[in-house]
C-alpha cells in the first residue's frame, strides 16, 4: 500500500533488498535518490525499482555510490521505455561517486530527449571522460538547460578530441543544439586554465539563453578573465543576459578583477549576484569595485577575503551608499576593522533592501559594534541576519548585551561568537 501512494523516494544507505522491492513493486515513483550503492546486489535491486517505475519516472539521483561498468549499463537499461530507445528522464544526477563510465551511458545521454537538468560532480572524471560526454551531449536532442561538472579534474577536456568526430570547436552550430537551450553552466573545481577558458569562450557564445556562470576554484588568472571580457561586452546588450557569475578563488589580480567589473558594469540590467571572493585583489580594487556598485549592478555581492583592508573599506563607503538594489553582502576576512564597520554602517543605515550581511573575521572591535547597533537602529531595510563571528570583541559584545533588541521571530539577528576569539595579526595587502 505504501509503495502505490509514493511519488518521491530517498533511499540514503538503505539496501535496495528483496524485501523493499516488494514493498515498492507497484509504485509510480516520479523522483528517486540512491545513496551508497557499493555492490552488485544492490544494483540489482535498485534496477528492479526502475524497471518498475520507468514509465513515471522523471529525477533520478545517484549519491556516493561505486558502480561498475556492467552495473552503470543495467542501471541506463532499466530506464528505457518499453519498446523504445528513449527514455524520460528530465533530472539525472551521479555526486561523488566512482562511476565507470561505458557506451551504454553514453547513449543513454544522447538518447535524452526530455532531459532537463545534468549533475555529474565530484566524480573524479577526468578530460577524456569529459570529451565523451560532451561527444554524447551534442548528439542529443534535448532542451538541456542545466549542466553541471563542478569538482572533477576536467582541465583541456574540450581541447580532447573523439576518435570519431572532428574537434569540438569546428563543429557546426546545428551539432550544438544542447548548447543553444543551456541556462546554467557550473564548472565550479575543475583545474582548467586559461588556455580552456579560451575554447569554453566559442561555446559560451553558442549559448544564447545563458544566465548562470560558475567558474570557481579554476586557476584562471587574469587571462582567463580578459578571454572572457569580449564574451561579456558582445552579451550586454541581448534581452536575455547573464545573471549569475561566479570566479570566486580563480588566482585574478587587481588588473584582472578591475577588467570584469569594468565590463560589468555595461550590462543593461542589474546582475542577481556576482562571486569574485578569495583572490587577492588587494585594496586598489575598491575604486573599480566602488564604480561598480555605484552604477547599482549587483543584488549579491560576495567579495569574501580579497584583502581589502582599511584603506579599501574606507574608499567603498561612499558607493555603498548609491547600492539601493544590495540583497546580501559577503564581505568576511577582509580584516577592516574600524573602516569595515563604518561602511556597514552606511549601508544598514541607507539601503532599503539590504537582507543579510556577512562580516565575521574583520578585525570589529568594541567600538566597531557598536557603529553596527546603532546603525540597525535606524534601519530601514529588512535586516535579517548580520554574522559578526570571528572578531575580537565579539565575545565581549555578547556578554554585554549590545545587540539583544535586535530580534527577528523570536531569533537573534545578528551571530556573534559563542568564546573568546583570539586572533594573530597579519597585513594581507599585498
Sequence with gaps: MFGHYARHLRLRNVLCVEELCDL?????????????????????????????NRETLEAVELLHCRISSSGLSEICASLIREGSSMHNIKYFSVMSSRVLINDDFLQFLSSGRYLHSLKLCDNDFEPKTGGLIFNALCQCDSDLSVLELCDNKLFGWLSWQPETSSHFSSLPPNELHFLRSLITLNLRGNFLE???????????QCMPQLQNLDLSDNPIGDSGVRTLIPYFQEICERDIQLVDVKIANCNISFAGASSLFDSLSTFKRPMHSLAIAHNGLGSSIATSLANFLKKGHVERLDIGGIGLGPTGCDQLQEAISYSQDLVYLNMRKNHGGLAAATMLSKLISHSNKISVIDASYNFLCLESLKLIATALKQSKGQIKCVDLRGNPDGFHAKKVGIFDEFHLDGKPIVILPSSVIVHNVRDDDP
Design 24 to 52: 515498492l513493486r507497484n509504485s509510480r515513483l516520479q523522483g528517486i535518490l540512491f545513496q551508497g550503492i557499493k555492490s552488485e546486489k544492490h544494483i540489482e535491486g535498485a534496477c528492479k525499482i526502475l524497471n518498475w
Design 194 to 204: 586559461s588556455k580552456d577558458v579560451e575554447i569554453l569562450k566559442m561555446f559560451l
